[in-house]
């Protein structure tokens, strides 16, 4: 038997946990009622409406210490296999498939010294990994260009990765927050979108930058964080910049729909799915990071820019790229069904 790692379910909502809730969604469709369970710990309150795989409630630690402890004992109880969607294994049950989005840590980790708590994270998932590619777990990751970093950091077994990618069909079903626009004075064709984490390696100082060098235009900045601490003192007065923090999925969705253009500028991603949101969500234009992975993901529909050049950031859009087309690529459902052809080989 298979247990997923449900720990996702206790967090706010980023890519990672997109990915994790939509998969799981889609596996509860296709597998058979009593083969598979989700265990989580015992406050947690947001749960998954599913038919096929039970919810098991189990263990009163917080997250981190609880997928250390309390999941291991689980594990051990039930005989089964774990399913770990978060770049995350625990280390004393290193048994079934892990889902490793990005190294982007071992990569650049200098992008993540900014802080004692973020150097203390940088270690301990850096010891992470090492442990994954070191067991003999399946491992999943999020694009082809994420795998050949794994391949070429950590010398895996190529044959050990399979590919799965994020998709964006659970756009559909958020409503549109028509009032968004319309709390935020903004009005719809008129200003360019971006939504991200502050981490650093999602770049929002390059949106200051094309801020500061097309004041004629406006910018909209959305997600999780202080952007106060990764912009410079000389850019908090410009007027055409418009921080708002995190925002709700419907008023993503209404943000996107409404947008000039959705802008990505990230240094490293191992898929990068806001863009691929914006699309769904009626977004005319992408604005992207000229990286391997971006083009990876989303070819020839978007404008590309150079994410390290802080001085030249002129935006233009170029029209008649059809970026739906894009779409047809990834599907909730496909990655669901490559994710069970795993667990039965």
């Known amino acids: 038997m298979y247990v997923i790692d449900g720990i996702f379910l206790v967090k706010r909502i980023t890519g990672i946990q997109r990915y994790a809730i939509e998969i799981t969604k889609e596996l509860d469709k296709i597998v058979e009622k009593g083969t598979m369970k ?3 710990p015992e406050y947690c309150d947001s749960v998954l409406d599913l038919e096929n795989i039970e919810l098991v409630r189990y263990g009163k630690k917080r997250p981190r210490v609880w997928e250390q402890t309390d999941l291991v004992k689980y594990l051990k109880n ?6 770990y969607f978060e770049n995350t294994i625990p280390l004393l049950y290193k048994k079934g498939i892990v889902v490793v989005h990005d190294i982007s840590l071992k990569v650049n980790p200098r992008l993540f010294c900014n802080s004692i708590n973020n150097i203390c994270s940088l270690i301990w998932r850096r010891f992470l990994y090492q442990q994954i590619f070191k067991s003999s777990m399946k491992i999943v990751t999020v694009s082809e260009f994420s795998k050949s970093e794994i391949v070429k950091f950590y ?3 190529e044959k050990r990765i399979t590919v799965i990618y994020n998709a964006w069909q659970h756009m559909q079903y958020v409503p549109d927050d028509e009032d968004t626009l319309r709390k935020n004075n903004l009005t719809r064709g008129e200003y360019y979108f971006s939504l991200a984490t502050m981490a650093p390696n999602k770049n929002i100082k ?5 801020a500061k060098n097309n004041q004629d235009k406006l910018f909209v900045i959305a997600g999780g964080g202080n952007i106060r601490q990764i912009i410079n003192d000389e850019y908090n007065e410009l007027t055409n910049v418009i ?21 990505f500028p990230t240094f490293y991603e191992g898929f990068g799915i806001p863009p691929l949101e914006a699309i769904a969500c009626g977004a005319p234009a992408l604005v992207l990071s000229d990286t391997p992975c971006m083009h990876e993901i989303y070819e020839d529909v978007a404008e590309y820019i150079d994410p390290y050049d802080y001085e030249h950031t002129p935006i233009s859009i170029i029209s008649g790229k059809d970026i739906k087309s894009i779409l047809k690529k990834f ?4 990655s669901a069904e490559q ?7």
């Open 243 to 263: 921080c708002l923090g995190y925002v709700s999925d419907t008023a993503a969705k209404a943000l996107m729909a409404g947008c000039r253009a959705f802008i």
């Open 331 to 334: 599907s909730w459902k496909h």
């Open 206 to 210: 390059w949106i200051i930058s094309a």
């Open 155 to 157: 010398n895996v077994d």
């Open 78 to 83: 039930v005989k089964a296999e774990g399913i």
């Open 38 to 40: 989700i265990v989580v």
């Open 339 to 345: 994710l069970r052809r795993i667990i039965h080989d």
